[in-house]
């Protein structure tokens, strides 16, 4: 791909020149790069945050679901 082009393996079945939106997917392993960084911020075990978590809840130690969405724009 250059300048803006693509190679596609199957023609597009249209009869004019037109725009079309390109949807591009990465394979795993481009991903697996991609998020590498990402998963080395990570510092906490799912189990450590899991265990954080159940104490939390036990303890009492929550936020009333509502207080969770303010300042959240669903729209």
């Given at each position: 791909m250059s300048k803006g082009n693509s190679l596609l393996d199957v023609p597009l079945?249209?009869?004019q020149n037109t725009r079309v939106k390109v949807i591009v997917l990465?394979?795993?392993e481009a991903q697996k790069d991609n998020?590498?960084?990402e998963d080395e911020e990570i510092t906490e075990s799912p189990?450590?945050?899991?265990?954080?978590?159940w104490f939390?809840?036990?303890?009492?130690?929550?936020?009333?679901i509502y207080q969770?969405?303010?300042?959240?724009d669903a729209g």
């Open positions: 079945s249209i009869d990465l394979c795993e998020n590498q960084q189990v450590e945050s899991f265990r954080q978590g939390d809840a036990m303890t009492g130690n929550t936020l009333p969770l969405w303010n300042g959240i």
